[in-house]
């Protein structure tokens, strides 16, 4: 019998709710396809991008736009009883402020809208690999760092995306990679970039005060609300539009966030609309760990692990295709499908307690 283990597996890790393993996809086959051999797939062929692309490419081009974004952003798949290893390290989470054990996953993010319909899937993705040692100068401590840095991966996935020609005008992220040389490198691409900056970046609103070299910090230079401005951002030559948005936390109180852009004619509805689809990548991470079971290997090898992250991807991928087919969110899919396991379940628990009761009354 010819096995598509991929298919396979990815489909096993929306079924499941708890460990995944090359066993529990055997014994859910009734053995008829052998856990050694979901191990070997596991474990010797890697699974990349360029995979990755192969799959999507298709529902892509369906809903491809030229006004399209990529969204970039990362995320810690928290494995804190595992040994340490060249991806299941020490990682920054930006967004928790603190270092999480764990695998870090970093990934471009293909929002598109046609026909009152909006797909959005990773389109590329990197396994953050630390695997240089080196000497804490502060702590004395052995850490580990990517000799390739997450800024870096962006420009690469970019070109990666214009290779593949896919059609798209924005690239959309957060502080993390609002970077000088991001900026430079989308302005060059004739890319239109919409990043959130910290407000310690240093900007002028004149060109007479960038060659004095007059800057003062994002959140001292009286931005006003809701109205973007040009300023000048330090070592950055060309000007850009900045936009300070406030908002209502779920707490109540205010927050605020300043983002940047080099489309100088971006209104601030614009902004607000366009910076919103950045949040469609929250979800994903979302998704990918509560419906698509990212982090329920216990696999110690890092081409194993690897290559369960790539098929947790293709299971929201499939998750994604469902959506669209059946207008059904990723978590409405997922309960229907545990709804029906259970159903399942109460079926056969019924059949053996039934016969149960046959034995006792004879």
């Given at each position: 019998m010819g096995w598509d283990i991929l298919d396979l597996y990815s489909d096993y890790l929306l079924y499941s709710t708890g460990q995944t393993t090359a066993t529990g996809l055997s014994k859910l086959l009734d053995m008829q396809l052998s856990h050694d051999k979901i191990t070997r797939f596991l474990s010797?062929?890697?699974?990349?991008?360029?995979?990755l692309w192969k799959k999507v490419k298709k529902l892509v081009r369906i809903f491809e736009d030229e006004n399209a974004s990529i969204i970039f952003d990362d995320t810690v798949i928290e494995k804190p009883y595992m040994d340490e290893n060249?991806?299941?390290?020490w990682h920054y989470d930006h967004k928790e402020g603190r270092t999480i054990k764990g695998i870090n996953?970093?990934?471009?993010?293909?929002s598109s809208e046609k026909a009152g319909q909006t797909l959005r899937v990773p389109t590329g993705f990197r396994v953050i690999q630390k695997t240089e040692e080196y000497t804490?100068?502060?702590?004395?401590?052995?850490?580990r760092r990517s000799p390739v840095t997450k800024n870096e991966m962006m420009r690469e996935m970019i070109k990666r995306h214009k290779e593949n020609q896919v059609e798209f005008k924005y690239i959309l992220a957060d502080s993390w990679f609002s970077s000088v040389e991001n900026m430079?490198?989308?302005e060059k691409s004739?890319?239109?970039?919409?990043?959130?900056?910290k407000d310690n970046r240093l900007i002028v609103d004149s060109e007479g005060d960038r060659n004095k070299g007059s800057f003062v910090r994002v959140d001292q230079a009286g931005i006003p609300e809701g109205q973007p401005i040009k300023v000048w951002i330090k070592d950055l030559k060309f000007p850009v539009a900045i936009f300070r948005q406030v908002f209502a936390n779920k707490d109540g109180t205010r927050g605020e966030r300043f983002l940047v852009s080099n489309d100088l004619t971006l209104t601030d509805e614009q902004f607000k609309k366009l910076y919103k689809k950045r949040w469609g990548v929250e979800e994903y991470h979302k998704s990918l760990k509560q419906n698509a079971s990212i982090?329920?290997?216990?696999a110690h090898k890092v081409m194993t692990q690897s290559n369960h992250i790539f098929s947790a991807i293709y299971a929201y991928v499939k998750l994604e295709m469902l959506k669209l087919a059946t207008t059904l969110n990723h978590f409405a899919l997922k309960s229907k499908i545990y709804l029906a396991s259970m159903r399942t379940a109460m079926s056969v628990f019924q059949e053996m307690w039934i016969s149960t009761q046959n034995l006792v009354r004879a």
């Open positions: 010797t062929e890697a699974f990349d991008e360029k995979k060249e991806i299941i390290c996953l970093m990934s471009a993010f293909y804490d100068e502060k702590s004395g401590k052995q850490k430079k490198f989308i004739k890319k239109v970039f919409i990043f959130e900056i982090g329920s290997s216990p």
